[in-house]
């Protein structure tokens, strides 16, 4: 089993009782890319998560982004949406995935936080997502963005399959508290050390 870490935080892995396989959890500025029949699961409020796949190996990643653009050279680039999409697919790539048979499915965007009607972040990260896949011809074959609603999102990359709950209004102050504290924690994160992108 292998992947990649946009930040130094660990992918948690476990056994997913609802599916009977092994997952992986990733969290807002990571991604993971698999070959081996492991869900990769997210949960999404204003965040975006791009699933891109090569159909033909059965490899697929996905990535969880906070915002759509910024200063990659803050010490925090894995944040933005920009840095995540690149690093997945260089990653996919590498792994030996053809850049003509990629195909993406993505979800997020949600406009969870009351009072942000003016540009919410959510709509930002959403319009981010389709303009880059349709920049780079990667065809978006299946989506769920935007909207109010949290989701949480299995990709299962063997497969392409996707399975999404669209989590009440109740989890909205735990899902934006979360995305909060990382935006909060990766403000204080010094700048360190070099990503060579290829």
């Known amino acids: 089993m292998s992947g990649a870490l946009l930040h130094a935080d660990k992918v948690m892995r ?6 009977k396989v092994p997952a992986a959890k990733l969290l807002p500025t990571q991604y993971l890319v698999v ?4 869900a990769l699961v997210t949960v999404l409020g204003s965040c975006v998560a791009a699933c891109i796949r090569d159909p033909m190996l059965q ?4 990535n969880h982004f906070l915002l759509p653009e910024g200063n990659t050279g803050d010490g925090a680039p894995a944040r933005y949406g920009s840095y ?3 690093v997945l697919i260089n990653e996919l790539l590498k792994r030996g995935a053809s850049r003509k048979r990629l195909e993406a499915k993505v979800f997020g965007g949600a406009n969870v936080l009351k009072g942000f009607t003016s540009n919410p972040v959510g709509t930002r990260n959403a319009e981010f997502v389709r303009a880059y896949l349709d920049a780079e ?23 392409g399959k996707v399975m999404v709950n669209r989590l009440p209004h109740a989890h909205d102050a735990e899902v934006a508290a979360a995305e909060s504290a990382v935006r909060q924690r990766l403000s204080r994160t010094p700048v360190s050390g070099d990503v060579e992108l290829f």
């Not at 070959?35 to 492991?38: A, E, I, P, S």
């Not at 490899?59 to 996905?62: N, Q």
């Open 14 to 19: 476990y056994r997913d009782p609802q599916f």
């Open 35 to 38: 070959d081996d029949g492991t």
């Open 59 to 62: 490899l697929g990643g996905m």
């Open 84 to 86: 995540a999409m690149e």
């Open 137 to 159: 011809r990667i065809p978006v074959v299946a989506e769920d963005l935007c909207g109010i609603h949290p989701r949480k999102v299995f990709f299962f990359p063997q497969t």
